[in-house]
């Protein structure tokens, strides 16, 4: 299951009460707890209530919350104009984006000691994407500039940090790679075609 449905099963009260909570050591501002307080006031806990990021009928998710008809304040226009280079939208950008960063952190503050220990943890443990090899994998691919680049637009013009950790900005100056055999699909794209080869 996906982060959204885990919080309805835990409970939108309780997963409100931990965001609350994790303010005072989360050095960058968010929404997060604001909203899920605002669900819980609402009634909307999870599965237990019937209503949270998803309905759900005889203890089974069914559809999922349309945020435009319920809690119209709640929500945050999003400009999502623009197509990026890594296929992703403007959502999933700001989705995935801070799970990259935060990969990065975890490497450059050595609470893992290798790139693919962390991208390891992230998709057994979290669910992260197994075709993506993780988010450092991803970074890779995509290209850890690109990364940046798209991290500080949208710290520029988003009202929630978006600013690359200061590992992120060194591999993109510098060039490297956290797995230095992937290869962006541009730099595919620039090898010469291989021919024949032995038999």
Same mark, same amino acid.
């Given at each position: 299951?996906?982060?959204? *449905?885990?919080?309805?099963? %835990?409970?939108? #009260?309780? +997963?409100?009460?931990?965001?609350?909570?994790?303010? =005072?050591?989360?050095? /960058?501002? $968010?929404?997060?707890?604001?909203?899920? =307080? +605002?669900?819980?006031?609402?009634? @909307?806990?999870?599965?237990?209530?019937?209503?949270?990021?998803?309905?759900?009928?005889?203890?089974? &998710? &069914?559809?999922?919350?349309? @945020?435009? #008809? =319920?809690?119209?304040?709640?929500? $945050?226009?999003?400009? /999502?104009?623009?197509?990026?280079?890594?296929?992703?939208?403007?959502?999933?950008?700001?989705?995935?984006?801070?799970?990259?960063?935060?990969?990065?952190?975890?490497?450059?503050?050595? %609470?893992? #000691?290798?790139? @693919?220990?962390?991208?390891?943890?992230?998709?057994?443990?979290?669910?992260?994407?197994?075709? !993506?090899?993780?988010?450092?994998? +991803?970074?890779?691919? @995509?290209?850890?500039?690109?990364? %940046?680049?798209?991290? *500080?637009?949208?710290? !520029?013009?988003?009202?929630?940090?978006?600013?690359?950790?200061?590992?992120?900005?060194?591999?993109? &100056?510098?060039?490297?790679?956290?797995?230095?055999?992937?290869?962006?699909?541009?730099? =595919?794209?620039?090898?010469?075609?291989?021919?024949?080869? $032995?038999?």
């Amino acid at each position: 299951m996906g982060p959204l *449905e885990l919080l309805d099963q %835990v409970g939108l #009260d309780v +997963a409100a009460d931990v965001a609350k909570s994790l303010t =005072a050591v989360q050095g /960058d501002p $968010s929404p997060t707890p604001e909203r899920l =307080a +605002a669900m819980a006031e609402r009634g @909307w806990l999870g599965r237990k209530s019937g209503h949270g990021f998803y309905h759900y009928s005889h203890g089974r &998710r &069914r559809r999922p919350t349309r @945020w435009e #008809d =319920a809690l119209p304040f709640l929500r $945050s226009p999003l400009d /999502d104009s623009g197509a990026s280079p890594t296929g992703m939208n403007g959502v999933q950008r700001r989705l995935i984006y801070p799970m990259v960063n935060e990969a990065a952190h975890c490497l450059e503050t050595g %609470v893992a #000691d290798a790139a @693919w220990m962390i991208d390891l943890a992230m998709v057994m443990g979290t669910g992260f994407a197994p075709f !993506r090899g993780g988010p450092l994998r +991803a970074a890779d691919t @995509w290209g850890i500039g690109l990364v %940046v680049e798209e991290m *500080e637009d949208l710290h !520029r013009g988003a009202g929630v940090r978006f600013a690359p950790c200061d590992l992120l900005k060194e591999m993109s &100056r510098d060039g490297r790679k956290f797995h230095p055999g992937a290869e962006t699909p541009r730099e =595919a794209a620039q090898q010469p075609a291989k021919v024949g080869g $032995s038999v």
